[in-house]
């Protein structure tokens, strides 16, 4: 494993292991809070394996009320508390602290309302982000966000990450859909934030929490907003000879004033890859493969494939398949929602990474992680959400050759550190979690980091929730709190005044 | 005569910050003064004006990015859009007229801190969800940023979305980086004549469920539609259902068409041409309705669409008011009797059976000094937002009481 610190555990908390366990057993049922250590393994990582802990005790509550008991004894008791949805996070949001709590809400799983006369749905936590979908879907409705992980990930989780996904360029992140939430803060307080009704009041506090990655409260209940399902959709499936000609077609694409629905583009190892796993009958003899999705009104999507079309051919695209049938639509995505386990199944392991740049800085992003890859002695392979901007580079290496691992995360930083250098960010859609929190001064100061920290401090003072993500460096929230002002100094004679 | 500094860049700004810190002086963080009429009237020691602090530092048409500096003029920012064909996708609205001054005032950064959305809100989002990043200081003296330039960013907390809707009252921006989109090429609108507001919000509501992307819907009464400067509304005197289709020529015109037949049935449907479509739309957005009779409070209230009926029948069951929908129900702008409180009482208790909220967006400083201009939030809601304040200005120097008594 890697070397990553997190905070020192609480010896007094961890000696009183037994009896936090049988208080717990006092708020919920016996079997819902878990202590056997082999048990507990199933929760001792998430979807970034890299790193892995064993929980003190995990609790499965069930209801608001039990929440709001439990953090309310955790907070009383100084117990340090992890929350986890389904734990399909990338960036380690959900990695158990040895002195922790883990607080699984995966028993949160029902869809609450749906209320079509208010375009919304109300579900709890635990509802996985494809269910939502599947509720509404009969009567010609979806919930936009769609995450790859979208089976299995809770929209419990998608909040607290504020997941994208294909359709984010056109629909908007989870934060752009969110309508309502409830959630319980540390000291047990129940708080509602939001409705069915738009921009609530006052400080936006639902945007806060939507990405503040378990670190301000427990979601206990989400009003999603719902949309009609397009009347259509239809597929471009386009190569190019080189990247540049890929990077120019999505800008001419946006120039034009086409906003698709979903934009895509993959690099010749990913192609190579995604191809010989499901046969999607994508060009070898290219570099660059872009998707593009139109969807919308039968009218408009017909007459914007054309223009798409034009739009490639002006950029050398040497091959354009569009897709006529729903069969035919799918088949193009198929390659690229299968393209990590592709890549999976070219290297014993891969790990993903996930800046975001701003799209005109593509080839030169892709040529410096070419020398990269030669530097480190390790293949990458490269699929983008072309629209935003958002690049996967999957890293190859083998865990069990000694030193990859290490070699692969030292590859990876330097990616990140190569997107924030021309113009981009650490993280598009994944979190920061404990995988990107070391980085967090390539692109904010102390200061920046400081006022940040100081909405931790607003909900949870002494830093109990899920403490050791997001922030290299956890100040106390006195010392936050503290001004730095020189006093009696005199207003500057150069600021104009009158 | 209070002081009034004029910082030309982010240092200044917190120098000035940190002046009135050290001296008590709690300043007025404004821009052109555009939605000055509209918060609770507070008094300030000293004023922070922003407008010097202008330009568009960075406008990317194919990365959808602009930044700008706080203080630049929304018309400039307009302008320099236009010549893309691209817009603020959430329509921010202009009250200049409806707050008794001149039209096309009002700054970039003024437009973000108010987090106001117009009628594309529905579809399109709020500023909010369309601000990307900001340079600020803070009540501390302190600058920082947040967020950064590029569309899809979950980088450490978003304290965008705090900023917008803050009023001033955290941090004073001096950078702003924003989402743009492409217009749309054309629009047109679906109008049904003659409903009363319960079917109206039916009718609203079923072309909200529709494929066909309405991208605003709004329901003006007869005495309110008789005003309009756009023909097709003001001719017949009958209330009218107005619905927005935005798009590329054969778009447009294929989903009018679908919208009609899912219309027809609730009363005589037409269509609205794109030039008329725009006139109305601009009315309805900039609430031009209620820019006649200055001494009218004007409340504008976000409530569940499929509940606007109901807190509309119940505010004027209480007392007379004059009022019209936007976003398919869910917002009610209201002009209420200039007497005793404004309505506030009537519209609270209304907006409270649904849930929603309720601003005052036109009053005077009387009415402004008496009631709460903003929706009072619940306790711990309330506890939340005063440690928030107490983090970013513990001094409280920004804006104070421009939100409520106690930020």
Redesign the interface.
């Known amino acids: 494993m890697s070397n990553l610190i997190m905070p020192p555990p609480d010896r007094k908390v961890l000696g009183r292991r037994r009896e936090i366990a049988q208080h717990l057993r006092s708020i919920i049922a016996a079997e819902a809070v878990i202590d056997d250590v082999e048990e507990m393994r199933a929760y001792e990582s998430d979807g970034l394996t890299a790193y892995r802990q064993i929980p003190m005790l995990v609790a499965l509550p069930s209801t608001t009320d039990q929440v709001s008991r439990i953090l309310k004894f955790c907070q009383d008791e100084g117990i340090k508390v992890v929350p986890r949805g389904a734990g399909t996070s990338l960036s380690g949001g959900a990695l158990p602290l040895e002195d922790g709590l883990l607080l699984g809400m995966a028993k949160f799983s029902s869809v609450l309302e749906v ?5 919304c749905a109300v579900v709890q936590p635990g509802v996985t982000n494809l269910a939502i979908t599947q509720a509404v879907e009969a009567d ?1 409705f979806y919930y936009a966000p769609d995450p790859s992980s979208q089976i299995a990930c809770t929209i419990g989780g998608n909040v607290a ?2 997941s ?1 996904g294909v359709h ?2 056109k629909y ?2 989870t ?2 859909n969110i309508l309502g939430l409830e959630v319980v ?1 540390i000291t047990g ?5 939001g ?14 929490m ?3 990655e378990g670190l301000l409260g427990v979601v206990t209940e989400v009003t999603v907003r719902i949309l ?4 259509t959709a239809r597929a471009l499936l386009m190569g190019f000879p080189a990247s540049e000609q890929g990077g120019a077609c999505v ?2 694409i ?2 034009a ?3 698709p629905g979903g934009m895509e583009m993959m690099d010749r190892l990913a192609i190579h890859a995604a191809e010989e796993f499901v046969h999607a009958g994508y060009p070898l003899d290219v570099e660059a493969l872009l998707i593009v999705e139109l969807d ?5 999507v017909d ?2 494939i054309s223009r798409v079309s034009a739009i490639a051919e002006a950029n050398s695209a040497v091959s354009i398949r569009v897709s006529e049938t729903e069969e035919e639509r799918t088949a193009f995505w198929a390659g690229r929602k299968a393209a990590f386990p592709a890549v999976g199944r070219i290297s014993p392991d891969y790990y993903c990474m996930d800046g ?5 800085q593509l080839p030169k992003v892709l040529s410096r992680m070419n020398e990269l890859s030669k530097q480190f002695g390790l293949r990458v392979a490269n699929v983008f ?1 072309a629209g ?3 690049l996967h580079p999957l890293i190859l290496y083998d865990a069990n050759e000694p030193g990859e691992l290490e070699r692969a995360e030292e590859f990876g930083a330097e990616i990140l550190k190569l997107c924030v250098e021309v ?10 979690g404990v995988e ?1 929190r070391d980085l ?1 001064g390539t ?3 102390e ?6 920290q ?6 949870d003072a002494d830093s109990l929730l899920n403490p050791g993500k ?1 922030f290299p460096t956890l100040h106390r929230c006195a010392e ?2 503290r ?10 004679p ?5 | 005569m209070s ?6 860049n982010a240092t ?1 700004i917190a ?2 910050v ?2 009135a ?2 001296h008590e002086k709690p300043l007025e963080i404004h821009g052109q003064g555009s939605k000055r009429g509209i918060g609770r009237a507070a008094r300030f020691g000293a004023a922070l004006d922003t407008t ?1 602090l202008t330009g568009i530092t960075l406008y ?6 602009l930044a700008a500096r706080a203080g630049t003029p929304m018309s400039e920012v307009r302008a320099a859009l236009g010549e ?2 691209q817009e603020l996708a959430f329509e921010p609205p202009d009250f200049g007229v409806l707050l008794g001054g001149e039209p096309g005032q009002g700054t970039i950064g003024g437009t973000l801190a108010c ?1 106001l ?1 117009g009628p594309r ?2 579809k399109a ?2 500023a ?2 369309h601000f990307l990043g900001a340079t600020a200081v ?1 009540g ?7 967020g ?15 900023l ?3 009023w001033g009252t ?1 941090a004073v921006m001096s950078d702003v980086i924003v989402k743009v ?3 749309a ?1 054309t629009q047109a609108s679906v109008v049904v004549h003659g409903l009363a507001p319960a079917d109206a919000i039916a009718a609203m ?1 079923d072309a ?6 309405v991208s605003a819907a709004a329901y003006l009464p007869g005495d309110i539609a008789r005003r309009s400067q756009a023909a097709p509304l003001s001719a017949g005197a009958a209330s009218a259902v107005l619905l927005r289709i935005e ?2 020529e ?2 447009v ?3 009018t068409d ?1 919208l009609l037949g899912i219309l027809k049935p609730y009363g005589r449907v037409g269509i609205v041409g794109n030039d008329a479509s725009r006139t109305a739309w601009r009315e309805i957005r900039n609430v031009d309705f209620f820019a006649v009779d200055h001494s009218r409070p004007v409340w504008r209230v ?5 509940a606007g009926a109901m807190v509309l029948a119940g505010i004027s069951a209480a007392v007379s008011v004059q009022g019209y929908f936007d ?1 398919a129900g ?2 009610l702008w209201l002009a209420a009797p200039a007497s005793d409180d404004g309505a506030a009482q009537v519209i609270r208790t209304a907006v409270s059976a649904s ?3 309720a ?1 005052l967006i036109r009053g005077s400083d009387a009415l402004r000094s008496t009631i709460d201009v ?2 009072p ?2 306790a ?2 309330a506890m ?2 005063q ?3 107490q ?2 200005d ?2 409280g120097v920004l804006n104070p009481g421009r ?1 409520n008594a106690s930020m």
Not at chain 1, 196 to 207: I, M, R, S
Not at chain 1, 296 to 300: I, K, N, R, T, W
């Open positions: 209320d079509y006369d208010n375009r010609g990450e504020n994208g984010c360029l908007g992140l934060t752009n803060l307080e129940v708080v509602r934030i409705g069915k009704h738009l921009d609530a009041e006052g400080y936006d506090l639902l945007g806060l939507i990405g503040s009609p399902k397009p009347e800008a001419d946006i120039s004033g086409i906003i919308g009104p039968e009218a408009e007459h914007l975001t740049i701003p799209r005109r959400h935003d901007g958002n113009g981009g960010v650490l993280t598009g859609e994944h979190g920061v990107k967090m692109m904010f100061s200061t920046d980091l400081e006022h940040q100081r909405v931790k401090c607003v909900f997001v936050l709190g001004m730095h002002i020189h006093a009696g100094r005199l207003p500057f150069d600021i104009p005044r009158f | 002081e009034s500094f004029k910082p030309e200044q120098d000035v940190a002046w810190v050290s010097s990317e048409p194919e990365e959808l990015v893309h064909a987090n959305g809100r529905i989002g709020a909010r969800d803070s501390r003296g302190e600058m920082f940023k947040t950064g330039r590029v569309v899809k960013n979950v980088t450490g907390y978003d304290l965008c979305k705090v917008a809707g803050s955290l989109l492409p217009a090429e509501g909200m469920r529709s494929a066909y992307e798009g590329i054969p778009s015109k294929y989903r679908r976000s409530v569940p669409p499929a976003w869910g917002l849930g929603g909220h601003t903003f929706e939030p619940e711990v809601m939340l937002s440690r928030l304040k983090n970013f513990p001094s939100m």
